[in-house]
């Protein structure tokens, strides 16, 4: 019985071969007839290709299938129940199964990008920013294959723009000239961070004048993966159809987790500042401020980044990093809320930035203001609804009744 059923697979899938391989070989003749008409006409030339490589690659997958059928031939005589399994587990919709999934996960994000700053109320300006859209091809380094890794930072300067612009200048070269770039990106960022800290306190004990501190987010994009780096309280925002999602966190006194790493480092808070001195409790620089990166576990103050890896998905839209005096008046989801209004008008990405610290300086930052904003898509974001809390109301229906009343005098 068994021995009947496999037969009987293999004559029909022979019978297939046959066909498929007639139809190729009209097909090739229909194309050699149209390859004449269609100089004049390339949209022909392609569709030819395309359903001529689709015929031959049937053609193949049949002709495979036959040849596995032909090898297993020989065994039928001893062919059982349990070993004929095999045979019959070729199954065409796994694969196409497979195709689809491949399909479905295949974006790949346009890359555009804007940037603004603005001195705000302050009468010196310590923001930095920085777009690199081929980090090694910036950096004359290009061994690591086809794919682009792309850089974007904002170094919030403090006590001076030294620090600020060291890194800016530094921190991409370091990562680019790591050994393990860009195989092993998280390791290299983190790595570069705190080697990049170290040569900026090599260079202010040889020029003193340069004494400060910066916190630094960069956001690198490989493909469809992002990986967000931050030490301080600048912010990174991804939109995912009208969500904000906070790719960072705040690195300030205030926060539980850093409180106790501070603690336990032997530094303090105090009202608000660590060890009562910096607003920040990770940051590069400061290396002038006594007690803050001092004694055998380095102080309390650390350059090492927070990371947040993600695979970018078709939903998401853009990404906002921002220096703090955009979140000192802006709260996430209203950036994202601003943004998406802004492109959807104009769908330029430069623009919505000055937008976005024009309407801050409206709100009344007093800080210095730097956005750079990385759009996924050539197109502009699309108009959805995002749910919001819904809010309940605690009061009686006697208690309502009386608000009427009081407010219709």
């Known amino acids: 019985m068994v021995y009947t059923q496999v037969a009987q697979k293999v004559k029909r899938k022979r019978e297939t071969v046959h066909l498929l391989t007639q139809n190729k070989e009209k097909m090739c003749v229909q194309g050699a007839e149209q390859g004449t008409e269609g100089?004049?006409?390339p949209k022909n030339d392609e569709e030819i290709s395309v359903k001529t490589s689709s015929l031959h690659s049937q053609v193949d997958f049949a002709t495979a299938q036959n040849e596995n059928c032909d090898k297993n031939s020989s065994a039928f005589d001893n062919v059982s129940l349990k070993n004929s399994a095999p045979l019959e587990s070729i199954c065409e919709d796994a694969a196409i199964t497979d195709r689809k999934h491949i399909v479905l996960n295949n974006f790949?994000?346009?890359?555009?990008s804007g940037e603004w700053s603005d001195y705000g109320g302050r009468p010196d300006m310590e923001d930095t920013h920085i777009c690199i859209p081929d980090l090694a091809m910036n950096f004359g380094n290009s061994i690591?294959?086809?794919?682009?890794?792309?850089?974007?930072g904002v170094f919030d300067g403090h006590g001076g723009k030294g620090a600020a612009e060291f890194v800016r200048d530094?921190?991409?070269r370091i990562i680019v000239e790591d050994a393990d770039f860009p195989l092993k990106l998280e390791k290299v960022v983190t790595r570069s961070f705190v080697e990049t800290d170290t040569a900026f306190a090599r260079s202010c004990s040889i020029e003193s004048t340069l004494s400060s501190g910066t916190t630094a987010l960069t956001a690198m994009i490989f493909g469809r993966s992002l990986l967000v780096a931050n030490a301080g309280d600048c912010r990174a925002v991804l939109s995912r159809r009208g969500e904000a999602i906070e790719m960072s966190k705040d690195h300030r006194p205030c926060c539980v987790n850093e409180r106790?790493?501070?603690?336990?480092?032997?530094?303090?808070?105090d009202d608000g500042y660590l060890n009562g001195q910096l607003g920040v409790t990770r940051a590069l620089g400061n290396w002038h401020i006594k007690g803050l990166k001092?004694?055998?576990n380095g102080g309390p103050l650390i350059a090492e980044p927070e990371l947040k890896l993600m695979t970018l998905m078709k939903d998401d839209e853009?990404?906002?990093?921002?220096s703090d005096g955009i979140w000192d008046v802006f709260r996430s989801q209203n950036a994202v809320d601003f943004a998406r209004r802004r492109l959807q008008e104009d769908n330029n990405v430069k623009s919505c930035c000055r937008d976005i610290v024009n309407e801050a300086k409206k709100r009344g930052a007093t800080?210095?203001?730097?956005?750079?904003?990385?759009?996924?898509?050539s197109e502009p974001p699309p108009s959805v609804v995002v749910q919001r809390p819904r809010v309940r109301r605690c009061i009686s229906a006697e208690g309502l009744q009386n608000l009427k009343f009081l407010l219709q005098g």
């Open 260 to 269: 106790a790493r501070i603690e336990s480092l032997g530094g303090f808070i």
């Open 318 to 322: 853009f990404l906002i990093i921002g």
């Open 144 to 152: 690591h294959g086809d794919e682009a890794v792309s850089f974007y």
């Open 108 to 112: 790949l994000p346009a890359l555009r």
């Open 170 to 172: 530094h921190l991409p």
């Open 39 to 41: 100089m004049e006409n």
């Open 367 to 377: 800080d210095n203001l730097t956005v750079v904003m990385v759009c996924f898509h």
């Open 294 to 296: 001092e004694g055998g």
